[in-house]
């Protein structure tokens, strides 16, 4: 069984900032990446930011330079910090963490940014 357990978003104003977090459990052997996408109403689900084990961070056009994706080995846990929030970026974000073999998904969480 692979827990993963995604937390840290909310209402925000336009320009604010989210801090996600997402943390993954159990019968993880060796992750080979992970990645947080997200899902707007009446929209298809859409990349956002992916960090891999060997390095090399990627994130969608859309959010350069306003999103950052960390990780932190130790606690199988993935972060992407937030700032400079627009309207658009309103959608339920979803964690994915893949071990080379297969991606499991989280809960989503959601994030709505408005005045």
């Known amino acids: 069984q692979v827990h993963i357990v995604e937390s840290g978003g909310g209402l925000v104003q336009p320009g604010g900032s989210l801090r996600l977090s997402c943390a993954a459990s159990?019968?993880?052997?060796?992750?080979?990446?992970m990645g947080w996408y997200r899902q707007a109403p009446g929209k298809q689900r859409e990349f956002v930011a992916t960090i891999p084990s060997g390095g090399g961070l990627v994130y969608a056009d859309s959010v350069k330079g306003r999103f950052t994706i960390s990780r932190d080995n130790a606690k199988n846990t993935v972060y992407l910090q937030m700032n400079s929030l627009k309207p658009e970026d309103t959608a339920v974000y979803y964690c994915?963490?893949?071990?080379?073999?297969?991606?499991?998904w989280g809960q989503g969480t959601q994030v709505t940014v408005s005045s």
């Open positions: 159990g019968s993880i052997f060796s992750i080979v990446a």
């Open positions: 994915n963490v893949h071990n080379g073999q297969r991606g499991y």
